[in-house]
Structure formats: structure tokens, C-alpha cells
Nanobody, 123 residues
Framework: QVQLVESGGGLVQTGDSLRLSCTTSGRASSSYTLGWFRQAPGKEREFVAAISRSGGATTYADSVKGRFTISRDNAKNTMYLHMNSLKPEDAAVYYC????????????????WGQGTQVAVSS
């Protein structure tokens, strides 16, 4: 099993940048595909980005492609989400997740989840 804890959320203005972190403990994070999802009030949780075990391959939702960058440091058991050019529609609770399916975009492929970190974007 693996435990995940997100950090780095906060209130920013439109166009600002923010970096989220996800620190894992328990089983080595290199054993898992890691992903970021987000959920805005009244909406379903949606896929944001995923990264392969080695960090060599990434997948992004179209809505964040070119603005967000996912990365991981397996030596530190930490994954990051660098978010640039933030928009009000990016506001949500961001969750990190771990799974064993290669770079899946489906929530169902991720067995382990963090508690989430809030990102608010003012216009």
C-alpha cells in the first residue's frame, strides 16, 4: 500500500503560477503510475495529468496541455504539478492518486488517493 499527501494549494490570481506536491509513503512510489485529478464544486472528479513509473512518459487533459507540467522524483517519493497561466476554471480541489495501470486517465485505475489540496483562482 501507499499513502499520499498533497500540498501547495492556495489562492492565486488569473495568470499566476502554482506548484503542487504529492508526497508518498509506504510502498515505493516508483511502483506506481501517479496522477493528478481535480474536482470543482458540483462537478465530477476529472483527470488532469498522469506520469509513468519512471517519469519518462506523461499524459495530459486537453484543458491543461501546454500550461501544466507533471513530474516526479522517485528518490524523494514526490510528484509535482507545475501549473502556469492559471484560469478561474482551474479552481478545484486537486487530488493525487497512485495506480498500477500505465498512465491511465480513468479514476477507476487509481486505487490510492490523497485528501486533496484546494486551489482557488481569482479573476
Amino acid at each position: 500500500q501507499v499513502q499520499l499527501v498533497e500540498s501547495g494549494g492556495g489562492l492565486v490570481q488569473t495568470g499566476d503560477s502554482l506548484r503542487l506536491s504529492c508526497t508518498t509513503s509506504g510502498r515505493a512510489s516508483s511502483s506506481y503510475t501517479l496522477g493528478w485529478f481535480r474536482q470543482a464544486p458540483g462537478k465530477e472528479r476529472e483527470f488532469v495529468a498522469a506520469i509513468s513509473r519512471s517519469g519518462g512518459a506523461t499524459t495530459y487533459a486537453d484543458s491543461v496541455k501546454g500550461r501544466f507540467t507533471i513530474s516526479r522524483d522517485n528518490a524523494k517519493n514526490t510528484m509535482y504539478l507545475h501549473m502556469n497561466s492559471l484560469k478561474p476554471e482551474d479552481a478545484a480541489v486537486y487530488y493525487c492518486a497512485a495506480g498500477e495501470t500505465y498512465r491511465s486517465t480513468s479514476r477507476l485505475a487509481y486505487a490510492y488517493w490523497g485528501q486533496g489540496t484546494q486551489v482557488a483562482v481569482s479573476s
